[in-house]
């Protein structure tokens, strides 16, 4: 079963836990600023919502790669750089539609989110269950259930 | 580690940038934010030093934790000698400006002298330099916030800043960090503001990386997450209603000071609830709170996010008052609320988006506008001198007088000067609610014996931030004391203001310690730093930190009088509820709480308690 990071921003609370732990991963250092994930704080309206790579499968950073340093892990799906081959031009960061694929000054190359290997560390530090880690094909598993919980609440017609 | 071993010192006179190592053997002995920046601070300053000249020193710390990922990692304090006291400040703010700080590099800043004009500092990792702020001053600290970021062309910069009562020295003006995140108390902005000094930006990518044993530090730091997660208060009671669960039950105890502490139970506390907040308003029917928020690194999040009602009378045509911003937490709600007789819960919030606006703390303007509105009805102050009528209960008082206050104009400057310098100035000292001239904050000392004796010896005047015994006595954290019981609270005080030191210094939240003892700070503190942070080394790095202050204090001229309440304190009864005939048993409490802290009978560390604690 493939899986997928999955956001909730009404439970996000802005703590940063998920960029920290990000950067621990990746880096071995706290440090929010090389977070591949990144929560906006909409402070005129309450709203915190964390945003990062949702992996395409038809991958703009991908297709655009002219060295051919992003390519597909095939048991997890995540679309993954080849730090190795990834020469810096920055091609992918126009690319994406979304801006979750990032240029690092320090290492001369680009980072995405890469799922961690299978085991995000952002979703196991998020405090509130706004980022988890589920099957890919049931995203909506949640929501369906908060509809189906309202209409078995409904007092029976008869 | 994860100290980042260096401190930036800025001499405003000259203009003069340095970066110094850390003191290695002071953080061993400090810890860190509060421990440290005093001790850096009391070593550098002359303890009867006037707090708004140039010779006073203004430091914002950073703790070992800050900056990581132990829950609530995110703290920072600013230390100096404050001027609505004058005794040692510390206070001690969240949001994420303390965490860009440790990760741009930097446990401490230290600033110096004055500026000849206006300024603020730019710190961009190891790049730090000094920057005209004429074009800010005068402006809000919100809008000195969005200014910052638009100049620097970096949203993602942290700013730590004053607003206009900073600026026009308020006693109790507040640097205030993202938008509504204050080192509130003590007058830390007026300190500020005597400076020239407007904000300090600051973006960190370097991040906290020295942590000694990581893999147990991850292992630690998620288990004791767990605790707050699965703890009642820490895991339920403060992300749904905040800090403001209290309203309601400190009522019903009879511990809420209310119209100048005339009263210990105020009639409109449930209007001003967290209840309340979370209802739909009978105007628009919406809710006032919005949702709650975290502050960096914090898996508890307390904090309240409101909205106000538009058409209420304070924000007609006002629709900068109208996004969703910080809303009430219990002690503003009080101070601004009970203290004054007030019920509006919008004219609260009005209130206290003033106070974060321009950068005042609401405790003590609060209890300030409570002294002010009973020398109103004694007919001391009169209509004609307020601008307004204000009596008990008046919310378009509290509004007025809150705009008076932050903007400088009017009776407002006078408010400004805090209650113990307005009351004696119009001849009843006695109706200034506060210790060592810093106000009460909400809690009252008749009917929570304990907490009279805390705000009585607190080492920045009057504060629960210093000895929360609440938890004891209220909340039976971690073992149930009874409220209206004096014996035995001298001890309890000792360990509470010990333990707090402690976590103060370390970077993490006081809120943690509802779940937390000593004993679970420790295991963090040994996995990001060093073995040797026992609990009970923690507990003596606490008690020595307490002791350095009261030293502090002790030269700076203050004696064992000034650990005194009000009389109405010592004199007048509770009226109702539990406590009702009690007054506060300050004078069988106090022999007996310098005895329990090895100092003399005037109130001095003995040289033996000097010298078990290294000091």
């Not at chain 1, 892990?73 to 190795?84: F, I, L, Q, R």
């Not at chain 2, 405003?12 to 290695?24: D, F, H, V």
């Not at chain 2, 919100?142 to 020295?169: F, M, Y």
Request: glycine share 10%.
């Amino acid at each position: 079963m493939q899986k997928i990071l999955h956001i909730n921003p009404d439970k996000c609370t802005g703590c940063l836990q998920c960029e920290m732990a990000c950067s621990f991963e990746n880096y071995g250092i706290f440090a929010t600023a090389k977070s591949r994930i990144k929560v906006f704080d909409f402070h005129e309206t309450g709203k915190k919502v964390p945003y990062t790579c949702t992996q395409c499968d038809e991958a703009w950073c991908l297709h655009a790669c002219p060295v051919e340093a992003i390519t597909k892990d095939k048991v997890t799906g995540a679309m993954v750089v080849n730090e190795s081959t990834c020469v810096g031009c920055k091609v992918c960061t126009i690319a994406c539609p979304f801006g979750t694929i990032n240029y690092v000054q320090e290492t001369g190359k680009v980072q995405k989110c890469d799922l961690c290997g299978g085991d995000p560390a952002c979703a196991s530090a998020c405090p509130t269950g706004a980022i988890t880690f589920v099957d890919a094909n049931w995203t909506g598993l949640d929501k369906m259930k908060q509809w189906a919980d309202k209409l078995g609440n409904q007092p029976s017609a008869s | 580690m994860t100290w980042a071993g260096k401190i930036l010192r800025i001499n405003l006179t000259t203009g003069s940038i340095k970066t110094e190592p850390l003191n290695m053997q002071w953080a061993r002995d400090y810890v860190g934010s509060r421990g440290l920046g005093s001790k850096y601070l009391i070593s550098e300053i002359d303890p009867k030093v006037d707090p708004l000249s140039p010779e006073n020193k203004l430091i914002w710390a950073t703790g070992p934790l800050t900056g990581t990922m132990a829950s609530t990692g995110g703290r920072y304090t600013v230390i100096t000698k404050g001027p609505l006291t004058g005794a040692i400040a510390c206070s001690n703010s969240g949001g994420y400006f303390g965490a860009e700080l440790k990760m741009a590099g930097w446990d401490m800043v230290i600033c110096e002298g004055k500026s000849p004009k206006p300024v603020y500092l730019y710190i961009n990792d190891g790049s730090v330099e000094l920057r005209d702020a004429t074009g800010l001053w005068g402006k809000s600290v919100w809008e000195t916030e969005a200014e910052l970021k638009k100049t620097l062309q970096d949203p993602l910069t942290r700013v730590s800043s004053i607003g206009k009562a900073g600026e026009n020295h308020v006693l109790y003006a507040s640097v205030v960090n993202d938008l509504h995140r204050a080192a509130g108390r003590s007058g830390v902005g007026a300190v500020m503001g005597s400076k020239n000094l407007k904000a300090i930006a600051v973006r960190g990518t370097l991040g906290v990386g020295n942590v000694r044993d990581p893999k147990a530090f991850m292992r630690v730091t998620a288990e004791k997450k767990k605790i707050l997660a699965d703890n009642a208060v820490t895991g339920q009671g403060l992300p749904t209603y905040g800090t403001q669960v209290l309203m309601n039950v400190i009522n019903e105890i009879g511990g809420l000071p209310t119209r100048n502490h005339r009263d210990v139970q105020f009639e409109g506390a449930k209007d001003i609830s967290a209840e309340a907040m979370a209802a739909p308003r009978a105007t628009d029917g919406k809710k006032h709170l919005v949702t709650n928020q975290a502050c960096f690194g914090c898996t508890i999040a307390c904090g309240r996010i409101s909205k106000m009602d538009e058409t209420h009378f304070t924000v007609q045509n006002k629709p900068q008052y109208w996004g969703a911003s910080g809303g009430l937490e219990y002690e503003a709600a009080w101070a601004l609320g009970a203290a004054n007789g007030v019920n509006d819960l919008e004219a609260l919030q009005y209130a206290n988006l003033l106070c974060n606006e321009e950068g005042i703390d609401p405790i003590s303007f609060g209890a300030t506008v409570g002294a002010v509105m009973e020398l109103y009805e004694m007919g001391v102050l009169t209509q004609e001198q307020l601008g307004i009528d204000a009596k008990f209960g008046s919310a378009k008082a509290l509004a007025f007088f809150a705009e008076q206050t932050v903007n400088g104009r009017g009776f407002g400057v006078e408010i400004g000067q805090g209650s113990k310098r307005l009351t004696a100035k119009y001849g009843h000292p006695e109706l200034s609610m506060s210790v060592k001239g810093q106000e009460f904050p909400a809690y009252d000392g008749r009917a929570i014996q304990g907490i009279g004796l805390a705000y009585a010896t607190s080492n920045r005047g009057a504060c629960h931030l210093r000895g929360y015994t609440i938890a004891s006595e209220v909340l039976g954290i971690p073992v149930k004391t009874d409220p209206l019981e004096h014996e035995g609270k001298p001890e309890l005080v000792k360990a509470f203001q010990d333990a707090t030191a402690a976590f103060d210094s370390s970077g993490l939240c006081i809120f943690t310690t509802f779940a937390w003892g000593l004993a679970d700070l420790a295991p963090q503190m040994q996995a990001a730093c060093d073995e040797a942070y026992t609990t009970e080394e923690l507990e003596k790095i606490g008690e020595r930190i307490w002791n350095m202050e009261r030293e502090f204090n002790n030269a700076a001229g203050f004696t064992s009088k000034d650990d005194s309440l009000p009389k109405r304190l010592l004199t007048e009864a509770a009226k109702t509820g539990p406590a009702k005939g009690k007054v506060s048993m300050l004078p069988v409490m106090l022999p007996l709480y310098y005895k329990a802290r090895g100092w003399d009978s005037e109130g001095r560390p003995t040289s033996e308690t000097k010298k078990r604690l290294g000091l």
